[in-house]
C-alpha cells in the first residue's frame, strides 16, 4: 500500500471527528495567540522599568496575568476536545471493524490469527486515531506558532529571523534521510509484537494441552527469543530517532546561542533594548518549540501510516451476501447436485461430482472416515463455503434456491465441541433468541438432556468461563445444544453433538430430540452406531 493510499485512508478514516480535530487546532491557534502576546507584553514590562518612558505597568500586570489564566483554560479544552475525540474514533474504527471481520467470507481458513487480528483492531487503532486526533492539531498549531513568531522575530531583527530557521532547516534536510527507514522499522516493530500477541493468545486457550505435553519452556522460549527480536528492533528504531533528534537539538542550540550573541551585541551598541533581548529569547523557543513538536509527531505519523496499511488488510476482507433472510414454510429438504469442492491451496477435491436430497421432514446420519467430507457438507448448507462446481438447492413445497446466508435463517446449527462464552448459563442461551422466556430456556434444556441446570445452585444464572470453564465437557456440549435449539427454522444441522456424552445420555437426548422435533428435516454427522440406528437413513461419505 503507497503512502499516498495509506493517507487516503486516514482520511476517510476520520470523517466524524475532523470538526472536533479542527476545533481542537483552532485551540491551539489561540493558545499561540496568548503565548506571543505574552512575549510583547514581558518587553514592554522590562523596557518600562528600565527606561524613563514608564508606562502602565499595573495593566502590564493584569493582561501578563490573563495571558496566563488564558493559555490554562485553552490547554484545558484542547485536551478534553482531544481525548472525547481520541475515544469516539476508536470506537468507530474498532466498532467497524470489528463488524466487518464478523461479516466477512470464510473460505475454509482464516485470513489471520486471531491474535493478530486483536492486535491491528486494538492498537493499530489506537496509533491510528491519535494522529489523527493529537498529532494532526499538535503539526497544524505548531505551524502557525511559528510563522507568526518568525514575523514577530521579523519585525524586530530580520536578519535573525532568517538566520535561525536556516539552521534549523540544515539539521531536519540533514536528518530526513535517515527517516526513510523509519516506516520498514516500524512494520517489523508492529509484525513482531502480532506475533508475540498470537503466542500468548494460543498458549493460553491450551494452557492445560502445553502443560501436560511438558512443553512450558519451549513456548516461554520462543516468547523470549520474539522479545529479543523486538527489542532489537526497537532499539534500532530509537537509535534512529535518536540520531535525527540529536541534529535537531544541535540546531536549536545553535539558534539560541546566536539569539543570545545577537542581543548582547545589541546591547552594548545601544541598538536592543533589554526588552528586546528578553523578547528575542523568548521568540527563539517560539521558533524553536515547534520544530521540535513537528519532529516528536514524526514517528507517530510514519506508524499511523503503517496501522492505516494493516488496516486496511482487515477492511478489505470480501463480505458475504447481505441481505433479508429468506424464510422458506412448511418442511424443508436440501439436495446437493453434482457437487465438488476443494479446499483453497488443496489439490485433491473433499467431495467430487456429490449429489444427495435430503428429503424433507427425514432423519439421516451422516457417517464416514474422518476427513472424508462430512463437516464440508456441513458448511456447504450453510452457505459458509461455495462449491467449485454444482449446487446446493434448499427448498420446500412452494419453492426452491440455492442457499446463501439469506437463506441462513431456516437453519439450527450445533456444531462440534464446547462452544459457550463467558457468562452466565441464560446469556449463552439468549444467544439464540433473546426474546425467549425462562419457560422456553428450560423446554430447550430439557430436549438437550440438559436439565441438569435446575441442580445447580444458581440455575439459569450459574456463571461459565471461557469456553465453558466451570462446567464438564458434556454438560457443556448439551447447553450449546439447547442454545442451538432456541432458533427458529426447519433443518437441523448437527455436527457430531454426542461427541461427550455417555451412552445412556446420547440416547436419552436423541430420543427427546426426535419426538418433540418431529416434521423437521435433521442431518446428524456421527461416528456413533446407537445414533445412526435412529435415524431414518444413514449416508456414508467415503474418502
Request: aromatic share 6%; charged share 20%.
Amino acid at each position: 500500500m503507497k503512502t499516498r493510499d495509506s493517507i487516503k485512508w486516514i482520511w476517510r478514516a476520520s470523517a466524524g471527528v475532523r470538526s472536533m480535530v479542527l476545533l481542537n487546532s483552532v485551540l491551539g491557534m489561540l493558545y499561540v495567540g496568548a503565548s506571543l502576546t505574552f512575549v510583547v507584553v514581558c518587553k514592554k514590562m522590562i523596557d518600562a522599568v528600565t527606561s524613563s518612558s514608564g508606562g502602565n505597568l499595573s495593566m502590564y500586570i493584569c493582561i501578563m496575568a490573563g495571558c496566563m489564566l488564558l493559555q490554562v483554560v485553552l490547554s484545558a479544552l484542547e485536551q478534553r476536545v482531544s481525548n472525547y475525540s481520541d475515544v469516539i474514533l476508536k470506537n468507530k474504527l474498532r466498532h467497524a471493524l470489528f463488524t466487518r471481520l464478523m461479516e466477512s467470507r470464510w473460505d475454509g481458513k482464516e485470513n489471520f490469527h486471531s491474535g493478530d487480528t486483536l492486535n491491528r483492531v486494538m492498537e493499530d487503532v489506537r496509533v491510528v486515531t491519535e494522529a489523527i486526533t493529537k498529532s494532526v492539531p499538535s503539526i497544524i498549531s505548531a505551524c502557525i506558532q511559528f510563522c507568526a513568531a518568525f514575523i514577530f522575530l521579523f519585525m524586530l531583527a530580520p536578519g535573525l529571523a532568517w538566520a535561525i530557521p536556516s539552521i534549523l532547516l540544515v539539521a531536519l534536510i540533514i536528518s530526513r534521510r535517515y527517516l526513510r527507514r523509519m516506516r520498514r522499522l516500524t512494520m517489523d516493530i508492529r509484525t513482531t509484537e502480532s506475533s508475540m500477541q498470537s503466542l500468548m493468545q494460543e498458549s493460553l486457550q491450551h494452557r492445560i494441552v502445553i502443560h501436560t505435553l511438558e512443553r512450558t519452556p519451549y513456548v516461554s522460549d520462543t516468547l523470549a527469543g520474539r522479545q529479543d527480536d523486538l527489542r532489537d528492533q526497537t532499539m534500532n528504531k530509537t537509535n534512529y530517532n535518536i540520531f535525527a533528534r540529536s541534529l535537531i537539538q544541535i540546531g536549536f542550540s545553535a539558534g539560541y546561542a546566536a539569539a543570545f550573541l545577537w542581543g548582547v551585541l545589541g546591547i552594548r551598541s545601544g541598538a536592543v533594548t533589554f526588552g528586546m533581548m528578553t523578547a528575542f529569547l523568548q521568540l527563539v523557543g517560539q521558533l524553536q518549540r515547534p520544530i521540535m513538536n513537528i519532529s516528536r509527531q514524526v514517528s507517530p505519523m510514519i506508524n499511523s501510516l503503517t496501522s492505516a496499511e494493516r488496516l486496511h488488510e482487515i477492511e478489505s476482507q470480501p463480505l458475504e451476501e447481505q441481505g433479508e433472510p429468506e424464510y422458506l414454510e412448511g418442511k424443508i429438504g436440501i439436495r446437493f447436485e453434482n457437487v465438488s469442492y476443494s479446499y483453497p491451496g488443496s489439490t485433491s477435491p473433499v467431495l467430487e461430482g456429490f449429489s444427495h436430497d435430503f428429503a424433507p421432514g427425514t432423519v439421516t446420519a451422516l457417517t464416514g472416515e474422518t476427513g472424508a467430507g462430512k463437516s464440508t457438507m456441513m458448511r456447504l448448507m450453510l452457505a459458509l463455503l461455495t462449491p467449485d462446481k454444482g449446487e446446493v438447492v434448499m427448498y420446500d413445497s412452494s419453492k426452491e434456491s440455492a442457499v446463501s446466508p439469506r437463506l441462513r435463517c431456516n437453519i439450527i446449527y450445533v456444531p462440534q465441541g464446547n462452544t459457550l462464552m463467558s457468562g452466565t448459563i441464560r446469556e449463552n442461551l439468549l444467544l439464540g433468541d433473546p426474546l425467549a422466556t425462562d419457560e422456553r430456556l428450560w423446554e430447550v434444556l430439557y430436549l438437550a438432556a440438559a436439565d441438569f441446570v435446575n441442580e445447580l445452585p444458581d440455575g439459569l444464572d450459574t456463571m461459565c468461563g471461557e469456553k465453558g470453564a466451570g462446567l464438564s465437557e458434556g454438560q457443556a456440549q448439551r447447553i450449546a445444544i439447547a442454545r442451538s435449539l432456541l432458533r427458529r427454522g426447519g433443518l437441523l444441522l448437527l455436527d457430531e453433538p454426542t461427541s461427550a456424552l455417555d451412552a445412556e445420555t446420547e440416547e436419552k437426548f436423541l430420543n427427546r430430540l426426535t419426538s418433540r422435533l418431529d416434521g423437521r428435516t435433521m442431518i446428524i454427522v456421527t461416528h456413533r452406531a446407537a445414533t445412526a440406528s435412529l435415524c431414518d437413513d444413514c449416508l456414508k461419505i467415503n474418502v
